[in-house]
């Protein structure tokens, strides 16, 4: 065996043994049958996923990827112009940038969820000062609401997308830029076609983990959301340990992940698709 081999063999015996193994045993349990008090038993059926297309559940499911890709968007549209500040600042900028970047991080991520209760309650911050400089009358319904998951969900997400596309210009080739404006591109058009094509790296490893965690996230939808909002991390929590229903919590999770693979499948070919047309563009 080669010494290539060897030295990836670690990675390949974890994966396999913490993604895996684990994956083909939540794929098997979810063909299985549970007896009346939720244990599983041992009864090959397609019950669980014939479960998943009773129109509230295909309903959750379609709320789930919508949101997912809403709070992808909004994150890689706010963090594209943050990241492009933070790596063509000084290098004092940078650090102070980056810090305050991951500041989130230092800070327990439920006090931080929470943080949110507080000013987007009815008696909240938000609505004294609204009503206080005399915007509103009457306090506003800000939670328990979509646009508080969402709210939460970008401000929770931001620093994954903000990282690997910060990364990836500070890794771009700037003589590029400079010979662009040698030949008489605009700044627009030596961004449109020679810096965002160099940073799809950043955009695509951004915009899997803003997505693959919105639609694993349950914590934000239970506190900012309440009842009026559930996602399906959710429903397979509820299934694994409120109903007992592991086959079916097993079956909406392999659908889930089948799903996302391919959506993510579907936006890096969009993304390859763009920077092939702009290499040919540039060539």
Known sequence: MKKSSLSILPVLLWLGLFLLVPM???????????????????????????????????????????????????????????????????????????????????????????????????????????????????????????GAVLLGMVYTFIPFMVLPIYVALEQMDKKLLEAASDLGASRWKAFWYITLPQTKSGIVTGSVLVYVSTTGMFVVTDILGGAKSAMISNIIQSQFLGARNWPFGAALSVIFVITSLILIALFNKAMSSRYQKAREVRS
């Open 24 to 146: 083909l045993i939540v794929i098997v349990i979810s063909f299985m049958g549970r007896d009346d008090v939720g244990n599983v038993v041992l009864d090959f059926n397609f019950h669980s996923y014939a479960m998943f297309f009773d129109p509230l559940y295909l309903g959750i499911y379609w709320d789930t990827i919508v949101l997912s890709i809403l709070t992808t968007a909004l994150c890689l549209l706010l963090s594209y112009p943050l990241a492009y500040y933070i790596a063509n600042a000084g290098p004092k900028m940078q650090t102070w940038g980056l810090v305050l970047i991951t500041v989130p991080f230092w800070i327990n991520f439920l006090i931080r969820t929470y943080a949110w209760v507080l000013l987007l309650r009815t008696q909240g911050i938000v609505n004294d000062l609204l009503m206080d400089f005399g915007m509103i009358s009457q306090p506003l319904q800000m939670l328990y609401t979509k």
